[in-house]
């Protein structure tokens, strides 16, 4: 089971009280109906699928409500950092290393 710190609540929590809500960092085109099809469908349904480390939205659910995003190794399954949502994607010293 995975201990994912809330840096809303400040606490490590189990797994259990989160919710994993997708890849994190997906802007919406500021004008949808300017956009053509290929790439409103490419906000809609593709995403990427790292081996290494991928940014992801997850939310509290069990705890404060709140989303916030994480860093987390696809191939260790270990949550390297967490950061509220809305803030810029933390730079790791080691990331890709393992
Ligand atoms: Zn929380």
Request: charged residues 25%; positive net charge; glycine residues 8%.
């Amino acid at each position: 089971m995975l201990l994912i710190r809330c840096p809303y609540c400040a606490t490590e929590r189990p797994e259990i009280e989160f919710r994993h809500g997708g890849q994190a960092h997906v802007a919406r085109p500021a004008d949808p109906s300017a956009v053509d099809d290929a790439a409103w469908s490419e906000y809609l349904f593709f995403r990427d699928n790292p081996k290494g480390v991928a940014a992801e939205r997850w939310r509290h659910v069990h705890g404060c409500g709140r989303f916030f995003n994480c860093l987390r190794d696809t191939v260790s399954d270990r949550i390297l950092a967490t950061y509220p949502a809305g803030a810029p994607r933390p730079t790791l010293g080691a990331e890709g290393a393992r």
